[in-house]
T-cell receptor
């Protein structure tokens, strides 16, 4: 079974509008972390936002917020006021408990294209 | 403080040759992770190393691939007798500690096997 699922292979969004990128995960651990990374066409991986499984509040970082619904095992990324520079691939990732080591498991990604 | 450095950024090899990818972690980081990204896919974990030790190599192919992180110098991912299917982007990440620490990614090495 997939541990991280991103069901949207690609999305168009109008500049200045908000966009939500879906991410569902599968783990039996109580302690885990969820990450979102941006990968522009230049290829580097840019860390955006982190949510710990015990965090009660949804994480926010500037225009990025994470809609964490623990019971549904979802960790959707919301980008507000989209900009042309937001066009990129976006990856959701999970780090499970200590027994699983510190490795990150990534989803397949969602390609976002912001239209002017 | 320089970030994670990887070199070369681009590497072209012919089938059967060896590929050596280098990763210098951020200053003060003693934990290194290697990931592989095939075209149009997400990153997949390969190996997790601390200085002079392999902690988790559950994602490494059983043959032709090896990794090290010596006491001095960068971490090396070595691929022997490369095949076309090895063409991918290889990312290195480092962290200062174990489970609770964020991983910082390098820019990646893009390997092309002709």
């Amino acid at each position: 079974a997939q541990k991280i699922t991103q069901t949207q292979p690609g999305m168009f969004v109008q500049e200045k509008e908000a966009v939500t990128l879906d991410c569902t995960y599968d783990t039996s651990d109580q302690s885990y972390g969820l990450f979102w990374y941006k990968q522009p066409s230049s290829g580097e991986m840019i860390f955006l936002i982190y949510q710990g499984s015990y965090d009660e509040q949804n994480a926010t970082e500037g225009r990025y917020s994470l809609n964490f619904q623990k019971a549904r095992k979802s960790a959707n990324l919301v980008i507000s006021a989209s900009q042309l520079g937001d066009s990129a691939m976006y990856f959701c990732a999970m780090r499970e408990g200590e027994a699983a080591g510190n490795k990150l498991t990534f989803g397949g990604g969602t390609r976002v294209l912001v239209k002017p | 403080n320089a970030g994670v450095m990887q070199n070369p950024r681009h590497l072209v090899r012919r089938r059967g040759q060896e590929a050596r990818l280098r990763c210098s972690p951020m200053k003060g980081h003693s934990h290194v992770y290697w990931y592989r990204q095939l075209p149009e896919e997400g990153l997949k974990f390969m190996v997790y190393l601390q200085k002079e030790n392999i902690i988790d190599e559950s994602g490494m192919p059983k043959e032709r691939f090896s990794a090290e992180f010596p006491k001095e110098g960068p971490s090396i991912l070595r691929i022997q007798q490369v095949v076309r299917g090895d063409s991918a982007a290889y990312f290195c990440a480092s962290s200062p500690g174990g489970v609770l620490h964020e991983q910082f990614f390098g820019p990646g090495t893009r390997l092309t096997v002709l």
